[in-house]
């Protein structure tokens, strides 16, 4: 003889009202949570501007740089150098555009006025000196892998 199934509760008690909600609400908080995360820090592709160092085309090729973005009309690089703790090699973006050698630890690199302005607007920079690093994706991709300092 057969046996009948116990009674299940309807597809609209409370229960299943509550677990469906607590799982749509757990789906959207990790969704806007990697969502921030991912969206914190920015992507910077090289190959679509031109930087230059001296009077020749920059184009990056170690893993990590530095990013020291500064104004050379109110410090001078060397100052600000000195207070940067990272070992990596450091792209220094003057903002007065004035064309350095480069260093042992420092590339000198600049660029148009747009491209300046590209530049710290993507990045979000209101204060200089400042400074982040980026770490290659790909190719001439870059990734922001730092939050934005400035430098006393």
């Known amino acids: 003889m057969l046996k009948k199934n116990k009674k299940r509760g309807s597809p609209f008690s409370l229960t299943y ?7 749509a609400a757990m789906v959207a908080s990790a969704f806007a949570y990697y969502n921030y995360e991912f969206s914190k820090y920015k992507f910077f592709d090289f190959s679509k501007t031109s930087f230059y160092q001296k009077s020749e085309f ?13 104004s050379s009309n ?11 703790k990272d070992d990596n090699k450091i792209l220094a973006i003057d903002l007065y ?3 350095f050698k480069e260093e042992d630890s420092t590339i000198h690199i600049t660029s ?5 302005l590209k530049f710290i607007q993507k990045f979000n920079i209101y204060d200089v000196p400042c400074v982040f690093e980026i770490v290659k994706i790909k190719d001439l991709k870059y990734k922001q892998n730092t939050r934005i300092e400035i430098i006393e």
Do not use: C, H, W
Not at 17 to 23: D, E, I, V
Not at 58 to 70: C, M
Not at 74 to 84: A, F, N, R, V, Y
Not at 112 to 116: A, I, K, Q, V
């Open 97 to 99: 555009q004035k064309r």
């Open 17 to 23: 009202l509550f677990a469906s909600f607590f799982g």
């Open 58 to 70: 920059f184009t990056p090729t170690l893993e990590k740089y530095t990013v020291l973005v500064y």
């Open 112 to 116: 148009g006025m747009n491209t300046l």
């Open 74 to 84: 109110m410090q001078k690089s060397e100052d600000i150098t000195q207070k940067i």
